[in-house]
């Protein structure tokens, strides 16, 4: 196949897949900014420029999370419309095989994932924490019920004795804590003191509490601020209760070597990390699965069950993933072969059915 029809299905495919993306950011712009306003608009502060801000800074990390999908329909639509215009047919009649006019698209969809790790994961791991900090901020003091089963909890031991820490909210990384509770504990285990903060921060070898509420003996006290001893480093801390989509992709070895030279295995960091340099894979996989229900000649019609089939078969993959990746998180399955399992099953799945369609 010559450059000038390769490039020409290349931007196809590149032009399609934009206008999807951008499509797709609308809707979750749109959709995000109704749900953020009707659950916030009655608290002090809230204005519709502050709505506007914090979902702008949220739907970069919905995005990421749908950037799959982007690029199985923008791979089904490019070759339908190439399709119905009867240009794969002329590719076909000149001696251009399946595999040749796929090539531009499967180089966009591997350029496309590429573009997803440098540069849609640092915006929307930025702008998720920056979008956590304006709410919390927003919804600061209105609840500091911290549920057991709603929230995270660490624990630490120090010489001072045990304590349990919980917070509504996980800023910064998991490095500020935001509606704190700490539950300290006396030689005997029994619950010495509760401690309620507004703000907790985590400072070298102490967490720092901001606007407390002490209670003590059945007594309240309230408190500017209180110093608790701490031996958690930030590593730990983080590894426990930052959420591993919040720190940007270059940042995630890093991350891993430290929380490991720990002790701790890092798990949900390292799937993080496999995950994200599997994508371009992934999305090559897509392409593949998009070509075996959309290169059917256009005089036969476009078999609109096929087409769904194609929907249906990329859900699966990607429930397919998101479950292996639970499993990578939680330990049971190595993150590398988690994340990496659905994307070989896939691409050998696309590459057996174009062989048996294409060559027999």
């Known amino acids: 196949m010559g450059w000038t029809l390769g490039r020409y299905f290349f931007f196809r495919y590149v032009t399609i897949t ?28 809230f204005t519709v420029q502050l709505a506007l801000a914090v979902s702008a800074l949220r739907v970069p990390m919905v995005m990421q999370q749908v ?8 791979a089904m639509a490019t070759l339908v419309s190439l399709n119905r215009r009867y240009e794969l047919v ?8 399946a595999w040749q006019f796929l090539l531009p698209a499967c180089i966009g969809a591997l350029l496309f994932g590429l573009a997803t790790i440098a540069i849609l994961n640092p915006i929307a791991a930025y702008g998720f924490s920056r979008a956590e900090n304006i709410e919390t901020a927003l919804r600061s003091g209105q609840s500091n019920t911290v549920s057991a089963f709603g929230a995270p909890w660490i624990r630490q031991k120090t010489d001072e004795g045990d304590a349990i820490i919980g917070a509504r909210a996980i800023l910064n990384q998991g490095l500020e804590l935001s509606d704190a509770v700490f539950f300290q504990f006396d030689a005997e285990g029994e619950i010495a003191r509760r401690l309620d903060a507004k703000r907790a921060f985590l400072r070298d070898g102490y967490w720092e509490l901001v606007e407390v509420n002490e209670l003590k003996d059945s007594t309240e006290t309230k408190l500017p601020s209180v110093r608790i001893k701490t031996n ?23 991350k891993i070597e430290i929380a490991r030279s720990f002790g701790l295995r890092a798990n949900a960091f390292a799937m993080q990390f496999h995950s994200l340099v599997a994508l371009p894979p992934l999305l090559v996989a897509m392409t593949l699965i998009a070509a075996t ?20 078969a990329g859900f ?4 397919v ?10 330990g049971f399955v190595p993150p590398v072969v988690a994340a990496w399992f659905p994307v070989i099953v896939a691409l050998f799945f696309g590459v057996t059915f174009l062989l048996h369609k294409e060559d027999g």
Do not use: C
């Open 18 to 45: 934009l206008w999807f993306f951008v499509g797709i950011f609308a809707l979750v712009f749109i959709i995000d900014f109704t749900e953020f306003s009707s659950s916030t608009a009655g608290l002090p502060g």
């Open 67 to 74: 950037v799959p999908f982007v690029g199985l329909f923008a």
């Open 90 to 97: 002329i590719a076909r009649a000149a001696g251009i095989s």
């Open 232 to 254: 958690l480093r930030p590593e730990i801390v983080q590894e426990r209760l930052a959420r591993p989509e919040t720190i940007p992709f270059f940042q995630l070895p890093a």
């Open 293 to 312: 229900v959309s290169m059917r000649f256009a005089r036969m019609g476009q078999s609109a069950t096929m087409i769904l089939g194609g929907v249906v």
């Open 316 to 319: 699966l993959l990607y429930v």
């Open 321 to 330: 993933s998101v479950l292996v990746k639970a499993f990578g998180t939680a």
